[in-house]
């Protein structure tokens, strides 16, 4: 199977454990790469004042992944934006990953993965898993495992 992994990662933790899920779904003999939304500007909370340098346009994967962090207690802006202009597809289903700082998912990762849901759900695109790691926890390797197996399974 052809999976695409779709992320924005501003600090880069998002992006080792799209690696992870990456390295897993390679062991298990499917084909898979990450593709990085790319912004400038977007280090600030000012969620329009950033400019795409990298649009991924992720056609011809029979799935996706779909992974960013959480910023201001809801999905960062970046991929907001993405899924709201950008975004198009040929796949039917994806997973979802996000990660945050805070240790409860209260605390925006639950907001993140129904927006994430939910303006794919718009163009047709259903979620059949989500994961959320939260950075800031003791038990944050425990999380990043669980998210590998659940987002590796095809």
Same mark, same amino acid.
């Given at each position: 199977m052809k999976i695409g992994l779709v992320i924005y990662s501003q600090t880069g933790n998002t992006l080792s454990v799209a690696k992870e899920i990456q390295k897993k779904l390679t062991e298990n003999g499917h084909e898979?790469? *990450? %593709?990085? *939304? %790319?912004?400038?500007?977007? %280090? !600030?909370?000012?969620? %329009? !004042?950033?400019?795409?340098?990298? *649009?991924?346009?992720? +056609?011809g994967y029979d799935k996706l992944i +779909?992974?960013?962090?959480?910023?201001?207690? !809801? +999905?960062?802006?970046?991929?907001?934006?993405y899924l709201k202009e950008y975004f198009k597809t040929d796949a039917q289903t994806f997973g979802c990953l996000v990660t945050q700082h805070f240790k409860f998912s209260w605390m925006g990762g639950n907001n993140a993965v129904r927006a994430i849901t939910s303006l794919c759900a718009a163009k047709g695109v259903k979620c059949e898993k989500s994961a959320i790691v939260h950075w800031s926890s003791a038990q944050r390797q425990r999380? *990043?495992?669980?998210?590998?197996?659940?987002l590796s399974e095809v």
């Open positions: 898979a790469a *990450i %593709e990085k *939304i %790319e912004a400038v500007g977007a %280090e !600030s909370n000012a969620r %329009e !004042s950033f400019a795409f340098t990298n *649009i991924p346009k992720p +056609l +779909l992974a960013a962090p959480v910023q201001a207690f !809801s +999905l960062n802006g970046v991929m907001k934006k999380e *990043i495992d669980a998210a590998v197996r659940a």
